[in-house]
């Protein structure tokens, strides 16, 4: 059992900045990789950035190249999504995700598990 709480949401002005953290309780989940995802209102989730557990590998969509940085804390088992120079269309419910093997990581379904999301709404 795995669960995954985001936290961090909120609004800001374009051009501002936002922290999310995901922290994971429950099983080991060593090895595994870390995902943040989005859906925009009316779109489909789509990948934004993930992160392998054990070599700290990152991985990001071209849309937030040079914006996002995903991290980690192995104490605390989070993982977080630093956010800068935001713009209207970053706005999402975000959502942090584990794979625990196999699959693709930029894929939603080949994640094992969920959050609930947190609004992340960027104004103009």
């Known amino acids: 059992q795995v669960q995954l709480v985001e936290i961090g949401g909120g609004l800001v002005q374009a051009g501002g900045s936002l922290r999310l953290s995901c922290a994971a309780s429950?099983?080991?989940?060593?090895?595994?990789?870390m995902g943040w995802f989005r859906r925009a209102p009316g779109k489909e989730r789509e990948f934004v950035a993930a992160?392998?557990?054990?070599?700290?590998?990152?991985f990001y969509a071209d849309s937030v190249k040079g914006r996002f940085t995903i991290s980690r804390d192995n104490a605390k088992n989070t993982v977080y999504l630093q956010m800068n120079s935001l713009k209207p269309e970053d706005t999402a419910v975000y959502y942090c995700?584990?794979?625990?093997?196999?699959?693709?990581?930029?894929?939603?379904?080949?994640?094992?598990?969920w959050g609930q999301g947190t609004q992340v709404t960027v104004s103009s």
């Open positions: 995700a584990l794979k625990t093997y196999s699959g693709s990581y930029y894929v939603p379904s080949d994640y094992d598990y």
């Open positions: 429950g099983r080991t989940f060593s090895g595994s990789v």
């Open positions: 992160i392998r557990w054990s070599s700290s590998s990152t």
